[in-house]
T-cell receptor, first 113, second 109 residues
């Protein structure tokens, strides 16, 4: 069974640009969550989707958005990139609507210059 | 929101030694997981353990939900055990995890 797949693995963008990251969950999993990891703030929750609906959102500005498709694949978008958005972005998938084990992808490392 | 604290923040061991990592949380939880982050950044699942005790080879974990802490035991440590260990909890009936700050483990040969 394939794991969680995130693309691309690495990305370099210029300040002010926008970026879209993709996450394909484990087959049969319907919940997808996104996290940002930085040296200063650690691992922080961005948002969670279940059945194409955003159920939870972390404390991030509106420049961070996401969506989930009918096949459970998810994308997150960051507009008007800032240097501080440089981070490792991790996606997790879970099978059920609540309190189920999360499995993480390899992450997308975003560098904003 | 719920607070998660891990200790110690850093740990250096000689190969073969045993260690205990601790995770304290401030509220009741529905889910608790332990992860090992590999050098490439991926979080590897170690245990899904909202309560009770589990063992997997040289690793074991215990969560005492009523006292709001979890312990990860590593026995006969190997250099490949090096890396950062994270505890993460969920308590809001969704799949939103709150992570601790991690324990950075270095095992020396």
């Amino acid at each position: 069974k394939a794991g969680v797949t995130q693309t691309p693995r690495y990305l370099i963008k210029t300040r002010g640009q926008q970026v879209t990251l993709s996450c394909s969950p484990i087959s049969g999993h319907r919940s997808v969550s996104w996290y940002q990891q930085t040296p200063g703030q650690g691992l922080q929750f961005l948002f969670e989707y279940f059945s194409e609906t955003q159920r939870n959102k972390g404390n991030f500005p509106g420049r961070f958005s996401g969506r989930q498709f009918s096949n459970s694949r998810s994308e997150m978008n960051v507009s008007t990139l800032e240097l501080g958005d440089s981070a490792l972005y991790l996606c997790a998938s879970s099978v059920d609507a609540q309190s189920s084990e999360a499995f993480f992808g390899q992450g997308t490392r975003l560098t904003v210059v | 929101g719920i607070q998660v604290e891990q200790s110690p923040p850093d740990l250096i061991l000689q190969e073969g030694a045993n260690s205990t990592l601790r995770c304290n949380f401030s509220d009741s939880v529905n889910n608790l997981q332990w992860f090992h982050q590999n050098p490439w950044g991926q979080l590897i699942n170690l245990f899904y353990i909202p309560s009770g005790t589990k063992q997997n080879g040289r690793l074991s974990a215990t969560t005492v939900a009523t006292e709001r802490y979890s312990l990860l035991y590593i026995s006969s440590s190997q250099t490949t055990d090096s890396g950062v260990y994270f505890c993460a909890v969920e308590n809001n009936a969704g799949n939103m995890l709150t992570f601790g700050g991690g324990t950075r483990l270095m095992v020396k040969p």
